[in-house]
Each structure stands twice: as C-alpha cells, then as structure tokens.
C-alpha cells in the first residue's frame, strides 16, 4: 500500500450534473477525512469519518453533498446538481485512531470543474 | 483556514534561511502542523509540534511555539529551490481532536 489514492485526479462536468469521487485510504487507518482546497486558500475541512461512521460534518457541506464509508475501507463523496462555486479540489486523508497525534496522509486530490 | 493566519507571500535568496510566521486562536490546540504543497502535488507532512514543546529541531527544520502569544515558526536553513512550495501552518484542536485546520498557506519563493 502506497499511500492514499483518490480517484479521478480531474473532472469537468457540466453544471447540474452529479459527480462522486471515490478515497481509498492507507489500510491500516481507520480515520478518513474529506477537505476541499480553492484556488489560494487552504484545505477546509468537509467531514471525517472514523471507521464506517460518520462523526463529523462542517456547515460548509451543503444537503448537496454526502459522503459514505460502507465498510469502513473506502470513501465516495457525491455532489449533487454541481454549481460553478464546487469547483475546486477535494482532498482525502486518512490515519491511524487512537492518540491524540495521529498524522494525517493526504491524497493527491481529485481536481473538479464546473462548467 | 478561518482562524490560523499566515502571511500570503516570501521570497528568500538561495542559501539564505527563511521564516515563515503564524498565529492561531485556539489555545487549546495540542499539535501544531507545518505541511508542503508543491504544485500538482498532495499536501506533505513536514514537521509538528506538541502544544507543550516550545522548539523542535529537524535537520534543515526548527519549529518555535509561543503559546501564550499563539505563533508558530517555521524557519528552514540554507534555503533550496526545491524548498519553494506553499507552507501551509495547520492546528489540531483538543475541542476536536478529529479535524485539523489549515492557514491559507505561504508561497515561498526562491531567488537565485
């Protein structure tokens, strides 16, 4: 296992259409987070999740978004009918629980354009 | 990152150290965090520090905490092009021990 992967890096879709971006996190970590990252501007949290369940969600992840970890392994975040203003990157980062300092990996990020 | 503020821009001479400053509101934070974007690239854990440590030495890294003023330094020796990337000075909060939020990044920049 090599890291956190994100899958796709880029997406163009056209606005109103839905997309789902899909995380799979470093085996062993039981801990998946989502952020987003806009031009200039640093990573903000969307939601985490520790093992399947979903413990926390910033305001700034509309009734648009959701976000799922069936089994506790892998993580797909969909956007529904996509504005321009979702246009961004979505990272995923995933580590280890327990402790308090657990690093964070981070993915290479799914890139998304609405047009 | 709404509440951990850093300078937008720097730009240092090959060779010469650089520093980068943030300051953070939560008191409560119990690591602090300095990651690495290069362009293209995901974000890259460059060093932490526990919220009782007031330095951390790192090869080329020192990281300085001053808690009761809420600043953190990231000052890196003998500065590389390769070093030029956005900084980004990140807090994990003991309020929320599951989430960690980022600055809006500093864009070092490297002049020969």
């Known amino acids: 296992d090599t890291g956190v992967s994100q899958d796709p890096r880029h997406k163009i879709t056209k606005r109103g259409q839905n997309v789902t971006f899909r995380c799979d996190p470093i085996s062993e970590h039981n801990r998946l987070y989502w952020y987003r990252q806009t031009l200039g501007q640093g990573p903000e949290f969307l939601t985490y999740?520790?093992?399947?369940?979903?413990?926390?969600k910033s305001r700034l992840l509309s009734d648009r978004f959701s976000a799922e970890r069936p089994k506790g392994s892998f993580s797909t975040l969909e956007i529904q009918r996509t504005e321009q203003g979702d246009s961004a990157m979505y990272l995923c980062?995933?580590?280890?629980?327990?402790?308090?300092?657990?690093?964070?990996?981070f993915g290479q990020g799914t890139r998304l354009t609405v047009v | 990152g709404e509440d951990v503020e850093q300078s937008l821009f720097l730009s240092v001479r090959e060779g010469d150290s650089s520093v980068i400053n943030c300051t953070y509101t939560?008191?409560?934070?119990?690591?602090l965090y300095w990651y690495k974007q290069e362009p293209g690239a995901g974000l890259q854990l460059l060093t932490y520090?526990?919220?009782?440590?007031d330095m951390k030495q790192d090869q080329r890294l020192t990281v300085l905490l001053n808690k009761k003023d809420k600043h953190l330094s990231l000052r890196i020796a003998d500065t590389q092009t390769g070093d030029s990337a956005i900084y980004f000075c990140?807090?994990?909060?003991?309020?929320?021990?599951?989430?960690?939020?980022f600055g809006s990044g500093t864009r070092l920049s490297i002049r020969p």
């Open positions: 939560d008191s409560s934070s119990t690591y």
């Open positions: 999740f520790q093992n399947e369940a979903q413990l926390e």
């Open positions: 980062a995933s580590s280890r629980g327990g402790g308090e300092n657990t690093e964070a990996f």
């Open positions: 990140a807090e994990r909060r003991q309020s929320s021990a599951s989430k960690i939020i």
């Open positions: 520090i526990f919220s009782n440590m």
